[in-house]
């Protein structure tokens, strides 16, 4: 059964941190390239940030230097660590492949108060 679960978030003040994680399973994971989404209130779903199977990593504009993804293939497991955390990065996020989508999980929710 193919399945994606995220989980790390919270609320957190300005300039924190936080870790996601999204376990992967029912799939070759570690064949994938992965990515990172993210969607605000009111907004489309965005790429945040995507990695390959070898490790090599792409970032949208806003969120470059700030976030660091990468992944652990044995634990066909998937992070994304989030620093110096704005307002704007307020969102539901969510982990799933780069190209063609399996079913989106819950996402989790990480909430950045001013």
């Known amino acids: 059964q193919v399945q994606l679960v995220e989980s790390g978030g919270g609320l957190v003040q300005a300039g924190g941190s936080l870790r996601l994680s999204c376990a992967a399973s029912?799939?070759?994971?570690?064949?994938?390239?992965m990515g990172w989404y993210r969607q605000a209130p009111g907004k489309q779903r965005e790429l945040v940030a995507h990695?390959?199977?070898?490790?090599?990593?792409n970032y949208a504009d806003s969120v470059k230097g700030r976030f660091f993804i990468s992944r652990d293939n044995a634990k066909n497991t998937m992070y994304l660590q989030m620093n110096s955390l704005k307002p704007e990065d307020t969102a539901v996020y969510y982990c799933?492949?780069?190209?063609?989508?399996?079913?989106w999980g819950q996402g989790t929710q990480v909430t950045v108060s001013s």
């Open positions: 799933n492949l780069f190209y063609d989508k399996l079913p």
């Open positions: 029912g799939f070759a994971f570690s064949l994938k390239r």
């Open positions: 990695i390959t199977s070898g490790g090599d990593t």
